[in-house]
Nanobody
Framework: QVHLVESGGGLVQAGGSLRLSCAAS????????MGWYRQAPGKQRELVAA???????NYADSVKGRFTISRDNAKNTVYLQMNSLKPEDTAVYHC??????????WGQGTQVAVSS
């Protein structure tokens, strides 16, 4: 079992920045990758960014150049630095962990709201 706890959401004006954190506990040795997903009202959940245990990253086209995913292995924590935020970034952001090819573990979510 893997337990994920997010923090760092909030309300920010367009152009501002936020940093999300996701602390993992439990069977962390089994995690192959961690990622951030988001879901806005009335929209499907989408992958925002992911990072593998080897440090490879990938991003949604909509956030490339603005968001950065990183990890601190000593703290078992993954971060999402979000810069140049836009109103369309408003969503609930969930941290997730991929184990054995399945994104089976999810945090409770943290709200990000960007005002225009």
């Amino acid at each position: 079992q893997v337990h994920l706890v997010e923090s760092g959401g909030g309300l920010v004006q367009a152009g501002g920045s936020l940093r999300l954190s996701c602390a993992a506990s439990g069977s962390i040795f089994s995690i192959n990758a961690m990622g951030w997903y988001r879901q806005a009202p009335g929209k499907q959940r989408e992958l925002v960014a992911a990072i593998t245990s080897g440090g490879s990253t990938n991003y949604a086209d909509s956030v490339k150049g603005r968001f950065t995913i990183s990890r601190d292995n000593a703290k078992n924590t993954v971060y999402l630095q979000m810069n140049s935020l836009k109103p369309e970034d408003t969503a609930v952001y969930h941290c997730a962990a991929e184990v054995a090819g399945m994104w089976d573990y999810w945090g409770q979510g943290t709200q990000v709201a960007v005002s225009s």
